[in-house]
């Protein structure tokens, strides 16, 4: 079946540690994205990727970090810089193009140590 | 800044109920609203609407866009228990239609649907 995978569904961060969350897709998309949700709150953008080795900041990329080697995948770091990574982080992917919808993987829940 | 304001943020009905989540949005380089549904873990989508004035429907959910006015609702009729989740509105902006969008979310609408 074709979606998106995030992993790991929990984890949780040292102080002064670096972690990276997992996104894969098989569904062919060339876009793909990352959000944060805090509690009570809607998602905000943290970085996003229209094709291969390229990426763009979103509304809120410092304390992140990302690449995009490979079609389907799109890791973010959350780096020692983040002091306040805490949150639900959620991919998503989608065709190319202005008018098409994102579709969602099932989210990271990241918490502090 | 792009923003999306949806309305109420919280909400408790009994099944069977009608009703109405609002979103309004101020936004550059607009292309289209869409509403998501989250339960517990990734927003499920619902509709995308790009036109004023055509409502998109699905079984007891529908919706509609009013791009002068800039804002959009989403009507549930005959509401049921698995309708009570967070209710998403996102706008969907770009400078090229070539290119991806991005999305600014609305806080959400909690609806609780009461048996």
């Known amino acids: 079946d074709g979606g998106i995978t995030q992993s790991p569904k929990y984890l949780f961060r040292k102080e002064g540690q670096n972690v990276t969350l997992s996104c894969e897709q098989n569904l062919n998309h060339d876009a793909m994205y990352w959000y944060r949700q805090d509690p009570g709150q809607g998602l905000r953008l943290i970085y996003y990727?229209?094709?291969?080795?390229?990426?763009q900041k979103g509304d809120i990329a410092e304390g992140y970090s990302v690449s995009r080697e490979k079609k389907e995948s799109f890791p973010l770091t959350v780096t020692s810089a983040q002091k306040n990574p805490t949150a639900f982080y959620l991919c998503?992917?989608?065709?190319?193009?202005?008018?098409?919808?994102?579709?969602f993987g099932d989210g990271t829940r990241l918490s502090i140590l | 800044e792009d923003k999306v304001v949806q309305s109420p943020l919280s909400l408790v009905v009994h099944e069977g109920d009608t009703v109405t989540l609002n979103c309004s949005y101020e936004?550059?380089?607009?292309?289209?609203l869409l509403w998501y549904k989250q339960e517990k873990k990734a927003p499920t989508f619902l509709f995308m609407l790009?036109?004023?004035?055509i409502e998109k429907k699905s079984g007891r959910l529908s919706s509609i866009l009013d791009k002068k006015e800039l804002f959009s609702i989403l009507n549930i009729t005959a509401t049921q228990t698995g309708d009570s989740a967070v209710y998403l509105c996102?706008?969907?902006?770009?400078?090229?239609?070539?290119?991806?969008?991005?999305?600014?979310f609305g806080e959400g609408t909690q609806l609780t649907v009461n048996p």
């Open positions: 990727s229209q094709i291969v080795n390229d990426f």
């Open positions: 936004v550059t380089n607009f292309r289209s």
């Open positions: 790009t036109s004023s004035g």
């Open positions: 998503a992917s989608s065709i190319r193009g202005a008018n098409q919808p994102q579709h």
């Open positions: 996102a706008v969907a902006s770009s400078e090229k239609e070539t290119s991806g969008s991005r999305l600014t």
